[in-house]
C-alpha cells in the first residue's frame, strides 16, 4: 500500500457522460499529481496541485478539471465522455511540488468508455 | 522541451540473464532528476531510483544498477541475474520546468516491456 488512495478503481460508463476521480494524498503530502496511462499516448501529465492551488498544467483536455480541496484530497472530473477518455489515471502525490521529489502513485483508475 | 526516449519497445529474456533498459533525455535545463518506475503487471507503478543532474556516480542495488552519462544524456538500467518478478514495465522520467511558480513536472518516456521466461 502506496498511502495513496484512489476511487473508484474501475469505473464503466457510456459516452456523453460525467466521472468524478477521487484522490487522497499520502499524509503529509502537500502536492498531488494527475497522470492519463493509455496503450497508445503512454503515462501523460494532466495536472499538478500544491497545497490546494494549481502549480502546473499538462496536456489536461477542456473537458477535464480538477481540483483540490482544503483536506488535500484532489478529484478529477472528467465530462462529455468519448471512447478516446478509456484510460487509467493515476494520482500521485509528493511532499512538495518540487521536481527533485519522488512521486507517490496510488493504484489507478481505470475508466472504461462505452 | 523535455522528453524522453526509451527505444526498447519489449525485450524478452530467460532467467538469470542480464537485461539493460536503455534511457535516453533531453532538457536544456543544467538542473533536473531522473527517475526509473516499476509498474508490474498489477498495474500500480513503484519507484525505484532518482539521480540528480550533478551526481554521476553510478549505483548499485543488489541486483539492480543504472548507468547515467550526461555526456550521451543516458540513464540506463541493467538487471543482473534476472528473475521472473522482474517481468513489468520499466518507466524513465524526467523532472522538467512548467507551470507557475517554477514547479516541475515529471516526464515519463514510453516504457519498456519486459518478459522474464523461467
Redesign the interface.
Known amino acids: 500500500d ?1 498511502g495513496v488512495t484512489q476511487t473508484p478503481k474501475h469505473l464503466i460508463t457510456a459516452t456523453g457522460q460525467r466521472v468524478t476521480l477521487r484522490c487522497s494524498p499520502r499524509s503529509g503530502d502537500l502536492s498531488v ?1 494527475w ?1 492519463q496511462q493509455s496503450l497508445d499516448q ?2 501523460q ?1 494532466l495536472i ?1 496541485y ?1 497545497n490546494g492551488e ?5 496536456n489536461i483536455l477542456e473537458r477535464f478539471s480538477a481540483q483540490q480541496f482544503p483536506d488535500l484530497h484532489s478529484e478529477l472530473n472528467l465530462s462529455s465522455l468519448e471512447l478516446g477518455d478509456s484510460a ?1 489515471y ?1 494520482c ?1 502525490s509528493s511532499v512538495v ?4 521529489n ?7 483508475s481505470r475508466l472504461t468508455v462505452l | 522541451a523535455q522528453k524522453v526516449t526509451q527505444a526498447q519497445t519489449e525485450i524478452s529474456v530467460v532467467e538469470k540473464e542480464d537485461v539493460t533498459l536503455d534511457c535516453v533525455y533531453e532538457t536544456r535545463d543544467t538542473t ?2 531522473l ?1 526509473w ?1 516499476k509498474q508490474p503487471p498489477s ?5 525505484l531510483i ?1 539521480r ?1 543532474s550533478f551526481d554521476e556516480q553510478n549505483e548499485i542495488s543488489g541486483r539492480y544498477s543504472w548507468n547515467f552519462q550526461k555526456s550521451t544524456s543516458s540513464f540506463n538500467f541493467t538487471i543482473t541475474a534476472s528473475q521472473v518478478v522482474d517481468s513489468a514495465v520499466y ?1 524513465c522520467a524526467l ?7 517554477g ?9 519498456t516491456k519486459l518478459t522474464v521466461n523461467p
Do not use: P
Request: aromatic letters at 24%; a positive charge; glycine letters at 22%.
Open positions: 502506496s499529481y497522470y503512454g503515462l501529465f499538478q500544491y494549481e502549480r502546473a498544467k499538462g487509467l493515476f500521485a511540488g518540487s521536481g527533485a519522488v512521486l507517490t502513485f496510488g493504484a489507478g | 533536473y532528476y527517475f518506475y498495474g500500480e507503478l513503484v519507484f532518482r540528480n518507466f523532472s522538467a520546468r512548467g507551470g507557475k511558480g514547479s516541475e513536472k515529471l516526464v515519463f518516456g514510453k516504457g
